[in-house]
């Protein structure tokens, strides 16, 4: 089967919001009405067409990122569904990478909460235009002024209202369009079995006339704003046209100028069809997306890639999975030019070759197969043995490399062993798959202990793919307590020397280097520089100098944590003609960096979390009591109606158990959601428990 489809007419978009906001229902009612699946499920009853993982159904939250692919009034919509757990981060990061446009969906009595702030800020990093959905709006509590408030206050969003609520909470009955004055009516209440209720069209109801006007009069004033034949059409007092309008809100969206903004209620289908209609009419194709950036790994130039199905081939690799059914799968956005299964392709990025085999798109955990695919669509690859996520497919006469994801660094670690011999070779295999899906997950070897050392982004992340093992890999295994990711750092410069000479029979070994240590702000990294004049060190030799300083910096001087935010420049040294080698040079470097490191003032550095507690008013006491014992800077704590919102930063290490104690303290009526901010110096007292005497 071919993919041609007219590039105008596709869509690529994906679902992103705060946990438990209503994406994955959003996208269940999208899919029915579209007429993709038969039935909508929920979420409740574990039986959603995206949430397809055993553990996505038990849990009733969304882990992994499902693609699927939609038809809508002749256009085809590519649709990925992101968690909305901070745990999960990595996934709405590779999504929004390859998204062309995003629908953001807000909870109508909750407004933005502070995940919701997280995939903002994600959105803004790879310029993704938007759309926003205000759900649930028939629950108690429910404001569209409030939510589109806070749009506007928490995430610097320009927010428009595109529709007019008719009734909220139990009376919500509807919605209004602005822009073609037509009203859609449903039933009042929660009626929806087998989604039998059909919306009624009708004209704006009279009551509503007035506040119809004041709010069409902001969306023309905020439009035209973009616009400069509206906007002098708007000051002469002309009339604007309905496709006027259109046209320029659809090109302030693309532009990012302005979020337009819409409501309903997922659960019972309302709204869902304006939805689409909006997608469809604001969010730009792959066509409207300027050309992509690239690196050509030959002259190191930029390059641009247009979205044209004749251009060179270059496609980005998002997601690898694996499939019980079919092995491994790559998923991959292919920006330009056509890809053929059974092809023989270009890994530009590790410069190999690899075969094409099947190409599939996707329906969640489904198929079906294609012949070929154009640019600005979306696949599965089966084939890719060498290729990860991040990589650029190309060809080899025209290659470039286009930019990957950024992924976080892992927080939390556990160790990990099998419960038998027998299992010690299928846990390492999986995993080594586990880790070939999703970057945050690290495994890693204690060379002191032996053991194998898991890392990633929380305590659920970690519980969710020692669940995999087992049910996925059939792998049995113990693990540890989860332990905190720590770093060292030197807070003061130094010059050092590293001097390695073995004399024995024959050859000798004869390295010696000079390094200055120089502490760097706070994220900076590690930096090598060489500034080696006169030909101290030949440069052959440079090279194993900085692998030897490398290998040092990985255990710390204080407690064998990894030192960070540090400058090595490597400034004078000494050869011998005969006895000098690479293995020479890395251990004077490592030499070097182990005697030195701890005489340049090493303090530890801990992960610190941004967390917001949601809790009703009456236990706010306890609440900020409990973050007292447990190291919290209070940030804010704001109140809306009954609830109060607590910002504060915590040490990642005293959030363990947070789940219990919140519950306990608040008889299980607050809730909190929290990422990994920055790393900060350890107090004295704390470092005492954690440096051996």
């Known amino acids: 089967m071919a993919d041609n489809f007219p590039i105008e007419k596709i869509r690529n978009i994906g679902f992103i919001a705060h946990i438990d906001a209503g994406k994955t229902t959003v996208t269940e009612q999208v899919l029915f009405a579209t007429g993709r699946i038969h039935r909508a499920g ?9 949430d397809w993982m055993p553990q996505e159904k038990e849990r009733g939250i969304t882990i992994t990122a499902a693609a699927t692919t939609t038809y809508w009034k002749e256009f085809r919509v590519n649709v990925i569904d992101t968690p909305g757990h901070v745990d999960f981060t990595a996934e709405v990061e590779r999504s929004l990478r390859v998204l062309d446009g995003g629908i953001v969906v807000l909870d109508a009595v909750a407004g933005v909460q502070s995940q919701s702030e997280t995939v903002w800020r994600q959105a803004d990093t790879y310029k993704v235009p938007r759309i926003c959905f205000v759900n649930k709006m028939d629950r108690a509590g429910a404001s569209y002024e409030r939510t589109i408030e806070s749009i506007r206050r928490r995430l610097n969003g320009n927010p428009v209202a595109i529709q007019l609520p008719i009734g909220s909470e139990d009376s919500f009955a509807g919605m209004i369009d602005l822009i073609t004055g037509k009203a859609t009516i449903y039933p009042v209440g929660r009626v929806n079995e087998g989604n039998v209720d059909r919306p009624k069209e009708v004209d704006t109801p009279p009551e ?22 509206l906007l002098v059409k708007y000051l002469e007092g002309e009339e604007i046209s309905e496709d006027e309008l259109k046209a320029a809100l659809r090109q302030a969206t693309c532009d990012r100028k302005i979020v337009p903004v819409l409501l309903g209620s997922a659960m019972f289908a ?23 950036e690239g690196i050509n790994p030959r002259t190191n130039e930029i390059e641009l890639r247009h979205p044209d199905a004749d251009e060179p081939l270059s496609a980005l690799a998002f997601k690898v999975a694996t499939d019980p059914y079919v092995g491994r799968l790559v998923f991959l956005r292919v920006y330009s030019g056509t890809v053929k299964a059974g092809a023989v392709v270009n890994n530009v990025t590790k410069n190999s070759r ?27 690859a089966i084939g890719l043995k060498d290729t990860f996520t991040g990589d650029t497919i190309g060809t080899q006469d025209r290659p470039v490399i286009l930019e990957p994801p950024k992924f976080p660094k892992p927080v939390v670690s556990v160790a990990i062993e099998p419960t038998t011999k027998a299992d010690q070779d299928r846990l390492t295999d999986s ?19 032996g053991q194998t050392i898991i890392s990633g982004m929380g305590e659920l992340h970690l519980e969710v793919l020692v669940d995999r093992m087992r049910r996925e890999f059939n792998v049995a295994a113990q693990v540890g307590m989860p332990r905190v990711s720590y770093r060292e750092t030197l807070t003061s410069q130094r010059q ?17 280097v000079i390094l200055d240590l120089i502490p760097l702000e706070r994220g900076e990294g590690i930096i090598f520089e060489n500034n080696i004049t006169r030909g101290a060190i030949p440069r052959e030799f440079i090279p194993a100098v900085e692998k030897g300083v490398r290998d040092a910096l990985d255990n710390g001087p204080l407690a064998g944590y990894p030192l960070v935010d540090l400058k090595v420049s490597l400034v004078d040294g000494s050869f011998h003609q005969v006895d000098s080698s690479e293995m020479a040079f890395r251990s004077a470097g490592m030499l070097a960096i182990r005697e030195g490191a701890p005489k340049c003032a090493p303090v530890l550095l801990e992960p610190i979390a941004d967390l917001e507690v949601v809790t009703p008013e009456e236990y706010l006491g306890e609440v900020i009591g409990d973050l007292g014992t447990r190291r919290a800077q209070i940030q804010s704590i704001e109140g809306q109606d009954n609830l109060q919102y607590v910002r504060a930063l915590l040490p990642l290490g005293e959030t363990f158990a947070y789940t219990t104690a919140l519950r306990s303290i608040s008889q299980g009526r607050a809730s909190y959601s929290m990422e990994f901010k920055y790393y900060e110096p350890v107090p004295d007292h704390i470092v005492r428990t954690l440096v051996p005497a």
């Open 354 to 380: 690899e075969r094409m085999g099947r190409l599939l798109r996707m329906h969640a955990n489904s198929r079906e197969e294609l012949d070929e695919v154009t640019a600005g669509n979306i696949c599965a």
């Open 431 to 449: 995993l080594r798959k586990l880790a070939d899906e999703d970057p945050t997950f690290v495994v890693s070897v204690n060379d002191e202990t």
């Open 496 to 512: 050092v020397e590293g001097r390695f000479v073995r004399q024995t029979g024959g050859h000798g070994q004869f390295g010696h």
């Open 208 to 229: 509503f006339a007035e506040q119809f006007e004041q709010y069409r009069q902001e969306l023309i004033e905020k439009v035209a704003e973009t616009d400069e034949v």
């Open 270 to 292: 309302k709204g869902i069809h304006n939805l689409l209609d909006a997608i469809i009419d604001y969010l730009p194709s792959p066509a409207d997306a300027p050309p992509v």
């Open 42 to 50: 929920g979420v409740d009853e574990g039986n959603t067409a995206m």
